[in-house]
């Protein structure tokens, strides 16, 4: 969260003044520290949407955003269970997928 305050929030372009600007956050815990807030409430009026209102409140979510993760969760799935794609390191633990594959993954569950 600190990270995307420093790298993008700050740094947007014509930033307006904290009355003019505006942060909505779910109630994901990484939102709701207080580093969270101190880095943000200097420069933007913050609303947190409540737990379990998401449906309500942020239709994106539900409408699109529950789409693609639910094509994503399908592709991992796919791949887990497909040991001909799988290395493992010299202890025989898996190794995690490559950052090529994710992207196929993201590319491929964008389409659906």
């Known amino acids: 969260m600190g990270d995307w305050v420093d790298e993008v929030w700050l740094k947007r372009n014509n930033p307006a003044s904290p ?9 994901a815990k990484c939102h709701l520290t207080e580093m969270a807030k101190n880095a943000t409430q200097s420069s933007a009026y913050i609303a ?14 539900i409408s699109v955003n529950r789409s693609f993760k639910c094509h994503l969760r ?37 389409k659906q």
Request: proline share 5%; glycine share 10%.
């Open 74 to 110: 399908q592709q991992w799935k796919n791949w887990l269970l497909n040991n001909a794609v799988h290395t493992f390191t010299p202890g025989g633990k898996m190794r995690h997928a490559s950052l090529v594959e994710v992207y196929q993954w993201v590319i491929k569950a964008g």
């Open 48 to 61: 947190v949407i409540p737990g379990g209102l998401t449906k309500e409140l942020q239709p994106l979510d």
């Open 19 to 27: 009355q003019e600007s505006g942060l909505i956050y779910d109630s």
